[in-house]
């Protein structure tokens, strides 16, 4: 095992993250997976959309893209479709992925394109300071929902296995070991990976729905958490945690080289 | 000397060819009329030279996948119209910042909203300047022969190249459409990125070290492991708040392309040695009153026709030359009023500018321009 800092751009910090923030933990179990699998790292680029989980690419040292609100996956679409020896990973939040992203997410997940995303899920739309996102549990508050949330949530693993992605996990910042594991094999998969942090945002999610500190926060993550049982997807209930997916499908890029070769384009 | 050889292809069709002379491997689109043949084309062509297609779920996927592809170092373009180009708008504007060179082709139709999908209209003159937000640079050509379409795209991706940055060629669903016989030249200049030294690894992706405003550019995957952001940034690359960053970097942005702007900026000229009566008009609209500008020679009128070839940079400084002898100068448009608004900012009051606008989804036809000029000199 690496130094898991010489994968980070130290002269960066100090980061923009709130005190408690659960996106250092993601990266880390990101940068422990990336180094067990020994990805080679100037092969290897991280792209974004924004909110503060997206800001991470810019704490890491790998070619980077920061893009605009939502659109990390078809920014990553065409860097992997154009140079598909490269690893291509997509650092997600939960409004910027399922909501203004969420058309791309299916799609991405429905080409079965290689390029691995890690949504956070911190259940709240943190840069924008608290509204709530379509992952805010019902009933939950928010500045947008002070009288309590009417909408439902996204099961983001259903939606994603759904439409069709191959490999589909959910661990959170409590369960490190797993996410780890789980981004681990999501690099390895040759099709698209949706692994889901479930993250915590003490500044805007926590104080609101007075859920306590980061401890207490964490806490209660662990608490209401169970892991997955085959066909038991009680996700409005509690947070479940696993694999809910793992085949293997065409992957989208391999076919498109597959025509090129059968018109004898690599000529 | 150049050999020519003779096609006969529809507009689209040209852009396409063009396009793949300019060395494209990448295209992303979404369908709409009357620039899907492009795409069409393009999914043909492409795998046939080991250049990638890929139809995304909407413009704004298709103009964020064309940005993707261009990082990795390859030529990418899209094309779409109205509804479309109004779609692609913020991920332009990434494109700007980002400093990403792309080719974006922009067939008018009639709008706003989705208006009259095939008819011809000249409705998104300004958009193809501000669409996006913020202080930006803007290259737009505008060909108005199916020869044009074909060397303008190669022009569009040479632009881009060579100022990193977004370039769209932009035409009316006339010129898309029909079809011409081109003449096309053996050799093109093709012109290409400017890359940092192999293994230079502590570039600067956004330092201007040649003093032309353009930074080298490293494709993704060969080690630099650079960052690229939307947001305001440094020369390393990385998001800054300091207000003498964010002001040096708007104002590059701007130089970059306004230092060359006479040079970029093209235009053709028709009878206008000595003219009077000056007809300004781009696309479509620039064939017919070319007719009239000829008629009314015919008729002891002296008329000329100016046609900007770049509609952003406007060859301004050329079109004041032109207008030593000018009495009136006749603005006909497919729109209520926008070519018009750039061309009374140039002439400044130094005689008068009149509108010919016309915003049916049809073309003008020959005699009905000739006699709403005629018209308008009469007054
Ligand atoms: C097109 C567009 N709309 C809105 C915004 C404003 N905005 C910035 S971040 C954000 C939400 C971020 O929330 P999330 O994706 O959950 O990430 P987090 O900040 O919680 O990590 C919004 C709405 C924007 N930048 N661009």
Redesign the interface.
Known sequence: MNNTLEYMREN?LPHIWCPGCGNGTVIGALIRAIDALGLD???T?L?SGIGCSS?A??YM????????HG?A???????????P??NVIVISGDGDAAAIGG??LI?ACRRNIDITMVIINNNVYGMTSGQYSPLTPTGRLATTAVYGNIDRTFDLPSLCGAAGATYVARASVYHVAQLKNYIQKGLENKGFSMIEAVSICPTYFGRRNKLGDAPAMFNWIKENSTMYKQGVMEYDKQIVIGEFVNKKDPEYTKS?TE??EK????K | MSEEKVLFLQGNEACVLGALRAGM??F?GYPITPSSEIAEISSIE???????F?Q???E???M???????????K?MTATSGPGFSLKQ??IG?ACM?EVPVVVVSIMRMGPSTGLPTSPAQGDLMQARWGTHGDHPAICLIPSSVKEMYEFTIRAFNLSEKYRTPVILMTDEVIAHMREGVKLQENYEIIERKRPAPGAFNYQPFLDIDGDGVPPMAP????????????SHDENG??TNSPEKNEKLLKRLKYKVDKDAEEIATYSEYLMEDAEYVLVALGSVSRTAQNVARQLRANGVKAGLFTPKTLWPFPEAALKRHLSAAKLVIVPELNLGQLVLEVERIVKGSCEVKLIAKASGELFKTDELYNQVAGVIGE
């Open positions: 960066r790292t100037n092969k680029v792209v800001r690419p810019g040292k790998f070619d980077a893209l920061h893009t605009t659109r996956l078809p920014f990553a679409t065409g860097i992997k479709m154009a140079n020896e490269l058309n791309h799609h498109y025509l090129i018109l004898g384009g690599n | 491997r990448f992303a492409l795998p046939k030279v080991g250049g990638r890929i995304m779920e909407d704004i996927a298709s964020a996948a064309v940005i993707g592809a261009s990082m990795t170092g390859v990418a913020e991920n990434f980002a993704y995957g060969e080690g630099y492991k650079f960052h690229v952001t939307g947001l990385f998001a």
